[in-house]
């Protein structure tokens, strides 16, 4: 079992930054690949990025490639999601998430309770 707790949501600005943190608790979280995805009122949950267990591998979706980036520190069992040059269309419920293997697909076995992120003026 992993429990994952997010935290860093709020209301920025548009083209303003923002840090989201994960910190896991539980057995083994260097082994495991750590996702982020978001969720949209009325829309499915989108894959953001995700990191592998020694951070050799990073994938990240189509609409964040360039402006967001995942990292990882497994001495203190937390996953980062750093989100610059934000958008209102990247206003969403934000969720770290666990899984044995990178996949993009929200299918991964752990997830935290999320945090929402507000791009807005």
């Known amino acids: 079992q992993v429990q994952l707790v997010e935290s860093g949501g709020g209301l920025v600005q548009p083209g303003g930054s923002l840090r989201l943190s994960c910190a896991a608790s539980g057995r083994s979280f260097s082994l495991y690949t750590m996702g982020w995805f978001r969720q949209a009122p009325g829309k499915e949950r989108e894959f953001v990025g995700a990191v592998n267990w020694n951070s050799a591998i990073t994938r990240y979706g189509s609409s964040v490639t360039g402006r967001f980036t995942v990292s990882r520190d497994n001495a203190k069992n937390s996953v980062y999601l750093q989100m610059n040059s934000l958008m209102p269309e990247d206003t969403a419920v934000y969720f770290c998430?666990?899984?044995?293997?990178?996949?993009?697909?929200?299918?991964?076995?752990?997830w935290g309770q999320g945090t929402q992120v507000t791009v807005s003026s």
């Open positions: 998430a666990a899984h044995p293997v990178l996949i993009t697909e929200p299918s991964y076995a752990f």
